[in-house]
């Protein structure tokens, strides 16, 4: 490896071309970091204190020795990207004027952005890959922005457009532009393919500029190691097509998502979303990886994006399939994704029916409602999702789904039919955040011809802002009336006229031109044929909806017969009790163990205690800490890693691989009363990982 510093224009000139190899990401810088280059050149080429700036490395290899031999860039194709869209700015804008030494139309092209009298690909002094190429050909080429190549880089073209704008605004002092471009310094590392690692390399130099994604880190270390036959072939026939299916913003916004619901499909184990690199390397043992290994990687990583395509960005084709996809994408269950691919790929493979699998997906759907309308707390989603497939049986695919749903626990219950038709009456349903979505659905359930919701408005029946007459229809009782159900399922519904209705009398808005006794919508049924609006009415009118509710997120249903050979086995009981454990039998264990057992069987209703002879487990799925009654106090072991507990105090020991009864790396004894509010913190936050997401969405 050789490093050296060098002036940035001069690296550029004197090299032949350099070369963005096809493994590596699409340009990506936006307008923050042109704006941040653009200001720094402005400020070296004002500054005559300032000799030179500094932007950055360059990490190249070279093929060969040859005098053309092009650079195979690493890293630093984002500056170069940039600045030869400045370069090519400037340029036009300088047309014959040199108001710089060398800074001439002419020479800039022939000097950095093109190789006279070169044909072809060769005539370009910079080759982007393949998303990009043509647009940057382009606009060196002067083509105007406006009839660009057909899907072009977006990227390229508002840049280049930006720069266009600043250049302009400095109409009367280019000089200090081209100035401040003749002061840029760059590093450059050149690498040899024989004596060093590329992938490492590159990772560790990643801290400039815009930050690479867990998506940019895999393509690159799935192809830069290939031969270049080998890597333009994967490339083109898998890579590039999940880049074109995604398109240029979905990619750069859900493809690091997406490949943390394709490792956690493939793994069962949940990376957060800033160790989806790291734990994909696991994944792909890169030791075991042989030529056709990595083509059945790529392949299927390929496949899988095209369900999550079909799913989170539309590109479903199946109407039915289709719209039960728009419903998800607009209830946002974004953590869905993992039971999801699964389903997809075995309806792909016609092991799952069309009907059960779309039947499946509005389960889910409905799940995912009716726990929102409840409030039931989403901190267990995650893990519910990414979990499920281990509970299906293939060949009854829909009954086992049906079935694990039927028998969570408590905290990831489906709520009842009673559950859910009490909490959507009275629910702030106009603040809900998922408001289109719950009226959509309600309005169109059973309909063929969909009514486009997203042009009607909410309306409040009784109006927000209440008038005399309006107090006077309601009674004395109001401003109770008022609060308790302005915002909620009884007086809410659609209407195309909501300025017109205003804060008007209930009479006006049913007769009005548009009123209530001409509205085309469901939801709407009935307000024409009532004369009055008051708390009955409208507590008549939610327990109409809520009834229709129930039909819409519909319940699921199996025989208790067949739900019966799906219920776990019942353990038998411990044949321990609290008498085994000889210092529960006096104080002061005894004392603390009753505050400790208390308040921790008072975490959560999924909470149970189960009595062994070394030690009390708390179990919600499983141990969540393990209590070990000791002479003069209690040892508790906390069931997760060393590194995830938050312990300012510092009172919790690393006892990874250490001997001791329980489960888990984290001790902390309890030895004294007014310890206990700190000690039930560090159990709850074992107890909330078990029952959370085990990491970040």
């Not at 009854?396 to 009490?422: Q, V």
Request: glycine letters at 6%.
């Amino acid at each position: 490896m050789d490093a050296k510093h060098t002036n940035l224009l001069n690296f550029i000139g004197g090299s032949f071309q350099f070369l963005i190899p096809i493994y590596q990401r699409k340009y990506s810088w936006d307008r923050v970091q042109c704006e941040q280059l653009w200001n720094d050149i402005i400020r070296a080429g004002k500054g005559d204190s300032i000799e030179s700036h500094f932007i950055g490395s360059i990490v190249y290899v070279a093929d060969t020795d040859a005098h053309n031999a092009p650079l195979l860039v690493i890293d630093g194709q984002q500056r170069l990207t940039t600045l030869t869209l400045l370069i090519s700015a400037l340029s036009y804008a300088l047309g014959e004027q040199e108001p710089y030494n060398g800074f001439s139309q002419k020479k800039l092209k022939g000097y950095y952005l093109i190789n006279e009298p070169e044909t072809g690909n060769m005539r370009r002094k910079l080759v982007l890959s393949e998303t990009d190429r043509d647009t940057l050909f382009a606009v060196i080429d002067g083509q105007d922005t406006r009839d660009l190549p057909e899907n072009y880089s977006h990227r390229i073209k508002d840049n280049f457009l930006f720069f266009e704008e600043r250049i302009k605004e400095y109409a009367n002092d280019l000089e200090s532009v081209c100035r401040g471009l003749s002061k840029l310094l760059v590093v450059y590392v050149a690498l040899s393919r024989k004596g060093d690692n590329p992938q490492l390399i590159f990772e560790s130099m990643n801290s400039t500029g815009r930050e690479l994604s867990q998506a940019d880190l895999i393509r690159n270390f799935v192809l830069m190691g290939l031969d270049t036959g080998l890597q333009e072939r994967l490339y083109n026939q898998y890579w590039r097509s999940m880049e074109q299916a995604f398109g240029q913003e979905a990619y750069d916004k859900h493809f690091d998502k997406f490949m943390r619901y394709f490792l956690i499909v493939k793994t069962g184990n949940m990376p957060r979303l800033d160790d989806v690199y790291t734990a994909f390397k696991d994944y792909a043992r890169p030791e075991e990886i042989d030529t056709q290994r990595i083509e059945e990687l790529v392949k299927d990583i390929c496949q899988y994006s095209r369900y999550f395509c079909a799913m989170a960005l539309d590109k479903e084709s199946d109407p039915d399939l289709k719209a039960a996809f728009n419903d998800l994408r607009e209830l946002r269950v974004d953590v869905a994704y993992p039971l999801l691919l699964v389903l997809y790929a075995d309806f792909k493979s016609e092991v799952l029916e069309h009907d059960d699998f779309l039947e499946a997906v509005r389960l889910v759907e409905t799940y995912v409602f009716r726990r929102a309308v409840c409030e039931i707390p989403t901190n267990s989603m995650n893990k519910t999702f990414a979990t499920f497939a281990k509970a299906l049986k293939k060949d009854c695919y829909l009954e086992s789904i049906i079935a694990h749903f039927l028998l969570m626990p408590s905290y990831r219950r489906f709520p009842s039919d009673e559950e859910f038709r009490e909490k959507i009456k009275l629910r702030n349903l106009y603040n809900f955040p998922r408001r289109s979505y719950w009226l959509r659905r309600f309005e169109n359930f059973g309909r063929k011809e969909r009514v486009p919701v997203g042009e009607y408005t909410i309306e409040h029946i009784m109006p927000q802002s209440l008038t005399k007459e309006w107090k006077t229809v309601l009674g004395e009782d109001w401003q109770q009336i008022h609060e308790r159900y302005l915002h909620t399922l009884g007086n809410l519904t659609l209407t195309g006229y909501n300025s017109e209705y205003s804060d008007r009398p209930f009479v006006e808005k049913r007769d009005m031109k548009g009123g209530f006794r001409h509205s085309p919508l469901k939801v709407n049924s009935g307000l024409g044929e009532l004369d009055e609006w008051t708390d009955k009415t409208i507590i008549n009118r939610a327990n109409s909806l809520a009834e229709k509710a129930i039909n819409v997120w519909r319940f699921p249903y199996i025989s208790e017969d067949i739900l019966e050979t799906y219920r776990p086995k019942e353990v038998s009981p411990s044949t321990y009790s609290f008498e085994d454990h000889r210092h529960l039998t006096s104080s002061p264990t005894k004392q603390l163990f009753e505050s400790l057992q208390r308040e921790i069987l008072n975490l959560d209703p999924c909470v149970s205690e189960e009595i062994l002879k070394h030690y009390i487990a708390y179990k919600a799925e499983t141990n969540f800490v393990d209590v070990i009654p000791q002479a003069k106090g209690l040892q508790l072991i906390l069931n997760m890693e060393f590194m995830d507990i938050s312990d300012p105090k510092r009172l919790c020991r690393n006892i990874t691989g250490l001997g001791r009864w329980g489960n888990g790396d984290v001790e902390v004894k309890y030895s004294g009363l007014d310890e206990l509010p700190y000690i039930l913190s560090l159990v709850r936050q074992s107890l909330e990982r078990q029952l959370g997401n085990g990491g970040d969405e």
